[in-house]
């Protein structure tokens, strides 16, 4: 069903949990290749591991810097890509220096963004800049995606899913008006249902990052089919 396949399609099937396992790691990259889903997103120590699973299937193979408070150092972060896309990862998703961003150092936020992109472009893959929309004004989020973007960034992300609040279709909509149009944008954070996906979707919204995949396309299936 090509309407499924495309919200499967728009998903990082995610398991960043701290005391996720070996197996565990298996089993959400097998569902991710049954599912066909847009990538796997893990934990670093895990990326090796997903990397083995995912080879030779589309799926990409996610993975997190600065995660979750984004107050690592900027060199912390990029030894961290560094390590990742070299296990395998092609796709990283890095918080946004908050402290910095809330202390008006644009410059070192943009430098920091800059240099974890380049790392993660040097292998042809994606930076996703996190900009945890729960702790920041309208303001602040404006200059986020600004410096994200010139940054290069390829997306914006809303959310860790470990702070005070997760996607919100308001948040998901601004960030849609605020980043040029090469720049995509993932919700992430409490997203359980085929009906909160698609509205994030809507939204505006390119990804989508959930530790519900398998049960939202599911949910879409029965859905389409019944009607």
Same mark, same amino acid.
């Given at each position: 069903?090509?309407?499924?396949?495309?919200?499967?399609?728009?998903?990082?099937?995610?398991?960043?949990?701290?005391?996720?396992?070996?197996?565990?790691?298996?089993?959400?990259?097998?569902?991710?290749?049954?599912?066909?889903?847009?990538?796997?997103?893990?934990?670093?120590?895990?990326?090796?591991?997903?990397?083995?699973?995912?080879?030779?299937?589309?799926?990409? +193979?996610? %993975?997190?810097? @600065? !995660?979750?408070? =984004?107050?690592? /150092?900027? $060199?912390?972060?990029?030894?961290?890509? &560094?390590? *990742?896309?070299?296990?395998?990862?092609?796709?990283?998703?890095?918080?946004?220096s908050l402290g910095l961003l809330?202390?008006?150092?644009?410059?070192?936020?943009?430098?920091?963004?800059?240099?974890?992109?380049?790392?993660?472009?040097?292998?042809?893959?994606?930076?996703?800049?996190?900009?945890?929309?729960?702790?920041?004004?309208d303001d602040e989020k404006r200059?986020?995606?600004?410096?994200?973007?010139?940054?290069?960034?390829?997306? +914006?992300? %809303?959310?860790? @899913? !470990?702070?005070? =609040?997760?996607? /919100?279709? $308001?948040?998901?909509?601004?960030?849609? &008006?605020? *980043?040029?149009?090469?720049?995509?944008?993932?919700?992430?954070?409490?997203?359980?249902?085929?009906?909160?996906?698609?509205?994030?979707?809507?939204?505006?919204?390119?990804?989508?990052?959930?530790?519900?995949?398998?049960?939202?396309?599911?949910?879409?299936?029965?859905?389409?089919?019944?009607?």
């Open positions: 069903m090509k309407v499924v396949d495309e919200l499967a399609g728009s998903i990082d099937h995610t398991l960043l949990s701290a005391t996720a396992a070996r197996e565990d790691i298996r089993r959400v990259c097998r569902e991710a290749m049954r599912e066909r889903f847009a990538a796997v997103c893990v934990n670093p120590l895990w990326v090796s591991e997903a990397a083995a699973v995912l080879a030779g299937s589309p799926v990409a +193979v996610a %993975t997190v810097a @600065g !995660f979750p408070l =984004g107050a690592s /150092t900027a $060199e912390a972060k990029v030894a961290e890509a &560094r390590r *990742a896309v070299g296990d395998g990862a092609r796709e990283i998703d890095m918080v946004i809330k202390s008006g150092e644009d410059d070192a936020v943009r430098a920091e963004i800059a240099a974890v992109a380049e790392t993660a472009h040097e292998v042809g893959g994606l930076l996703k800049v996190i900009v945890e929309t729960c702790y920041l004004s200059r986020a995606v600004l410096l994200a973007s010139s940054g290069g960034a390829d997306f +914006v992300k %809303t959310s860790t @899913g !470990f702070g005070s =609040g997760g996607a /919100t279709i $308001e948040d998901v909509a601004l960030l849609r &008006r605020l *980043a040029p149009g090469g720049v995509g944008v993932k919700a992430s954070g409490g997203i359980k249902t085929f009906a909160h996906a698609r509205a994030m979707l809507a939204a505006g919204a390119n990804r989508l990052g959930t530790s519900a995949g398998v049960a939202i396309v599911t949910e879409a299936r029965r859905w389409y089919e019944s009607r």
